[in-house]
């Protein structure tokens, strides 16, 4: 909760310094269905603060909410510039920007479920069929939304949804099932001149007709997330422009890091000792000889509230650690490792992870087919 008090201060002080006409969030106001009070009055809260001075807020539903909880006050606060949208609907959202004179229409989707599109797509279909059913359902809500685009407004779009191509973490909880639930590029090919998409935790562009790009979480949520840079992107564009953007660096999470401590308990008082990563929430990986009492975890917890894992390592364990750990890594995550390792520490294209992985697809898809 403090670091997202932090967050919402300081998005706040960059929409004033900024002097931002309007604030798109692009879904998942909350961690799940039924949120606590303080987070939707901290919601609230930012909401007013963000929408002080003329400002304008849009906001959608993502995978974690309950869309008609995050659409239930918005005949409240639509007066005051917050246009809420929970389900998916034809009508765009329309912002007068009083500093221009400009208009923006916004086609503006909340996460498509299948129960929220209420269409039916399990059933004897492959996986294929599932997603290119699903994607082509999404390109059309996407190009009717587009129908209230006019040379003299502003354009946009925004929604909740996987991207086929788009880099996931380990605290996304996933949105399809087996991947049917992706969205091919094209959908987004709807002549907006900017498009924000929420859903993926890591900041990215999306190779697609236009200028697509996830904005990324404002705070890291899991280990996976270590080292990423989040932010906010700024986005500065007329009617018929070509968008100027600016990626605006946040500093309110904490930094998260990992301790590997091959000399036990002794090691890891000795970084306590000299203040390392005090601020920071920490993964401790503790190689020991002897299980630990359940007063050395107490001790450590107490002597940094930041430590999150706890996390043994006892001899003849490691390998076994390392066959676990590699099971849950994506197959995208184990070729990114695989490939820095051989060429001493480079990063592969993303062409060539998507090579790869369309390799991976037609292999399987020829084991399914020898296996019928």
Known sequence: ?????????????????????????????????????????????AAAR?????????????????????????????????????LPT?????LHVPRTGETAVIAALPYPSEARLAELLAGDGDETELRIAYSAKVGKLMRQLSGAF????VNLAMSHIYVLGGLECDSERP???????????????????YTALGHLHRPQ??????????????????????????????????????????????????PLVRWSCRGGLEE??????EGRDRSAFIDLELHLGEAMSMGDIQKLRKAHEGIVHI???????????????????????????FYQRQSGGAEPEEELVDLFMSLVSEDEERRDGEAE
């Not at 967050?7 to 961690?31: C, S």
């Not at 963000?50 to 005949?75: C, K, W, Y």
Request: aromatic content about 6%.
């Open 268 to 273: 890891v008082w000795r970084y306590l000792d």
């Open 311 to 337: 996390r043994p390592v006892y001899p003849g364990h490691e390998a076994e650690e390392l066959v676990s750990s590699r099971a849950q890594m994506p197959v995208h995550e184990l070729f990114r490792k």
């Open 150 to 153: 006019q040379p003299d407004t």
């Open 50 to 86: 963000l929408t002080e001075n003329g400002r304008q807020l849009v906001v959608i539903s993502g995978n974690h909410d309950q869309p008609e909880r995050v659409s239930a006050v918005a005949p409240l606060v639509s007066r005051r510039g917050i246009s809420l949208v929970g």
């Open 175 to 193: 949105i399809q099932v087996g991947g049917a639930y992706t969205v091919d590029p094209s959908a987004l090919d709807i002549g907006a001149q």
């Open 1 to 45: 909760m403090q670091e997202q008090e932090k967050f919402l201060e300081e998005l706040v002080l960059m929409a004033e310094e900024q002097q931002a006409d309007a604030i798109l969030m692009a879904g998942d106001v909350y961690d799940s269905v039924n949120p606590p009070a303080a987070a939707e009055t901290m919601f609230y809260e």
């Open 90 to 94: 034809s009508e765009c959202v329309r």
């Open 205 to 254: 562009a999306v190779k697609a007709g236009g200028m697509v790009r996830y904005s990324g979480s404002p705070l890291a949520y899991s280990f996976s997330e270590a080292g990423q840079a989040k932010s906010v992107m700024q986005v500065d564009v007329v009617p018929g422009g070509i968008p100027q953007t600016e990626e605006l660096f946040l500093t309110s999470g904490k």
